[in-house]
Each structure stands twice: as C-alpha cells, then as structure tokens.
C-alpha cells in the first residue's frame, strides 16, 4: 500500500506541472517595470500639457492589449497610480485625458484617491 501510495503522489505532482505550464492564463502578469515603459512617454503631456507624442499613445494601447485578467488591470493601477505620485507637477486631469486623445481608453481613472483594489 505504501509504495503505491509513493508512486500516486509522483503521478500527482507531474499532472500538477503539466497543468501549470499549459494552463491558460498561466503567462506572466503584466509588470510594473512594463508599464514604466510603455507610459513614460506620456509624462511630458501629463506635466507641461501640449502634444500627446505617438510613443504615448503606442504605449497606452500597447498596455490595454497586455491585459489579461482583472488582477493585471489592478497592478497597472497601482503602478500608474504610484509612479504619477513621483512626478513632481504631474496633472491628473490631464493624464486622464490621454486615453482619449489617443483613441483609445481606459479600464480606471487615476488619481492618488483611486482605489485600484476596486477597478474594473
């Protein structure tokens, strides 16, 4: 009994891993690190306002197709929400504009009292 029980744990634990890796969903969530990247482009509009550049808006759209889950649009949230907090003279009316400027939207609307555990 015990060796089979051995062998039904072994057997366990490869479905378990099977399943992670060809799970649907599986992919990792979008980063922080990621969404710096795409939106710093953005900063100069949301601080000194005039022209939204291309490189912006190629990156609001590139992170609305990032996402996966509602979790991924939380992260981003909180991330948004957290870096705009560090830019000194950073407009949030403006920077809430700039989905729309861009043709495109977005999930949340950030502001430092935008409770992003409750977006989407």
């Known amino acids: 009994m ?27 969530a979008v980063t922080c690190e990621q969404v710096t990247n795409w ?7 949301g601080v000194f306002g005039g022209t939204v550049l291309p490189a912006c808006c190629e990156g609001i759209k590139e ?8 979790e991924d ?3 981003s949230c909180s991330c948004i ?3 705009a907090a560090r830019i000194p003279g950073i407009d949030y009316d403006r ?5 729309g400027l861009c043709g495109t939207t977005c999930p949340f609307k950030v502001y430092p009292s935008t409770d992003c555990s409750k977006v989407v």
């Open 81 to 83: 929400q957290d870096g």
């Open 63 to 70: 992170l609305n197709n990032s996402y996966q889950t509602k």
């Open 95 to 99: 920077i809430n504009q700039i989905p």
């Open 2 to 28: 015990a060796k089979f029980a051995g062998n039904s744990k072994a057997v366990l634990v490869v479905v378990l891993v099977c399943l992670l890796v060809v799970a649907p969903g599986a992919e990792a």
């Open 39 to 45: 939106l710093t482009p953005c900063i100069s509009y």
């Open 73 to 75: 649009i939380r992260e």
